[in-house]
């Protein structure tokens, strides 16, 4: 017999994004229902951020191949609970656990049950893209939603895709102990500032691992043990497994959205600048919703959309002040543009502030010192910023903050710093930005000859 829910708030999806507005709706005093069909927490906790980090660690300190998945295992059964039904059901939210489809503007359907809300949210994530290759269909093949349950160590893994999901699995595999070749069919890391992808690759070239660039997939053959792929131009690869890393789709096929008068475009759910859908009442947010595909842009989006949702106030998604990583060794973070967009974009408006991690005194009394900081300034703002080396990732948040409040440089530069630490690095290449206006500059040095005869 079907039971009719009525609530506020109706989430359709149980990972990062969903699980954000879930539990600030719920803890705001909204009434809230939440529908996940697979497993709570979503592919980062599943198959992607967590497990992917888990793995480059344990091949970073050296354990071996089953220590390495058993370290998988207990971190994602460590953050489990945070993000299960249990938790969840003791804030007050409704779980559940099956997939929801819509059966009008107002209403889904999941289960015996039928959810009429005021407000919907589509946070079903997304899945890894499989291209239509020739013979893949026909080989056995991994995903990130497979990868982790390999059994069996391979001997020689094919990675299609050398974007930072295969970089990354590419050096822990190899640092575990496999041959590794990486299949990209345009150029690795083609994303981020070309001169610090090439430092990152020359190291991971460095380690062994084969990285082949302009290499467009054409067919793959094979079974199990034994796979080729066979490029554009003629070259063949050969290897015992292979791991599809090229990108990402939408995961929109259950929910019916016509019903529901939903829109969607090549890359996801079409959303406005407040990431609501062509239906009013329904938001989407994250992976599905297109755009940039990372776990903190869910978590932020879920954010902007509990301010219009909740309380009926404006609030405009924006893109600019999101920074990414690649967490390789060395690690790669980028927020804003790079060099070359900065260069396109703002021609001879365009400063450039470079600064080594060798001429940092922690990087060198710990002997890390192979690392570069970039900023993008265009009049005394940072435009971009790009870093490799040692906690990349980490660094990158201060210019996170500061493009998020919009900061200017003289504002970096005016941080206090405590010595030694790798965040003097930021501190640094601001002061690298002001080096040549303040002690090049013949005026500056006129006024201060002034000044000293003029005090007593």
């Known amino acids: ?94 779980v559940i656990q099956d997939d929801g489809r819509f059966i ?17 949210v589509i946070a079903t994530g997304s899945s890894p893209f499989v291209p239509p290759i020739p013979g893949l269909d026909k080989v056995p093949y991994l995903t990130n939603e497979t990868l982790f349950d390999l059994k069996e160590q391979p001997k020689h893994l094919l990675i299609i895709g050398g974007g930072p999901i295969g970089l990354e699995m590419a050096q822990a595999h190899r640092r575990l102990g496999c041959d590794v070749t990486v299949i990209e069919g345009a150029k690795a890391l083609g994303k981020d500032d070309a001169e610090l992808a090439a430092q990152v690759l020359e190291v991971l070239r ?73 239906n009013r009442r329904v938001y989407a947010i994250g992976d599905v919703a297109g755009g940039l595909q990372f776990t903190h842009v869910a978590g932020y989006q879920a954010g902007v959309i509990i301010r219009s949702m909740l309380f009926g106030l404006s609030s405009k998604n924006r893109t600019d002040h999101i920074p990414w990583a690649t967490y390789t060794s060395p690690e790669l973070a980028q927020i804003g543009l790079t060099e070359a967009q900065a260069r396109d974009k703002h021609g001879d408006g365009l400063d450039v502030a470079r600064f080594d991690f060798a001429g940092n005194d922690r990087a060198i009394a710990t002997e890390q010192t192979d690392g570069l900081i970039k900023v993008m300034v265009v009049k005394g703002r940072p435009v971009g910023v790009s870093i490799v080396g040692p906690g990349a990732g980490e660094m990158i948040n201060l210019w996170a903050l500061a493009f998020a409040n919009n900061l200017k440089m003289s504002q970096i530069a005016g941080m206090v710093a405590p010595y030694p630490t790798m965040a003097e690095v930021s501190k640094r290449v601001a002061g690298v930005y002001f080096s040549p206006r303040l002690f090049d500059n013949p005026w500056i040095k006129r006024i201060v000859g002034l000044v000293q005869k003029v005090l007593p």
């Open 1 to 94: 017999m079907t039971q009719r829910i009525k609530t506020d708030v109706c989430v359709i999806g149980g990972g990062s994004g969903g699980l954000s507005v879930a539990s600030g709706a719920v803890q705001m005093g909204a009434s809230v229902v939440l529908l996940e069909g697979h497993k709570m927490g979503g592919d980062c906790l599943n198959y992607g951020c967590v497990p992917s980090k888990a793995l480059l660690h344990a091949a970073k300190t050296g354990m071996g191949w089953d220590s390495a998945h058993a370290h998988i295992r207990k971190t994602i059964a460590t953050i489990e609970p945070h993000d299960s039904v249990e938790r969840f059901e003791g804030l007050g939210v409704r």
């Open 104 to 120: 009008s503007p107002t209403e889904v359907e999941v289960g015996d049950h039928i959810i009429e809300a005021r407000r919907f």
């Open 206 to 278: 460095g380690e062994g691992i084969a990285i082949e660039e302009d290499a467009m997939a054409a067919e793959v053959r094979g079974k199990g043990g034994a796979i080729e792929v066979e490029v554009k131009d003629g070259r063949v690869f050969k290897g015992s497994h292979l791991l599809v890393a090229v990108g990402r789709k939408a995961n929109t096929d259950k929910l019916n959205l016509d019903a529901a008068g939903i829109e969607q475009t090549r890359a996801g759910i079409k959303v406005d600048a407040s990431l609501r859908t062509t």
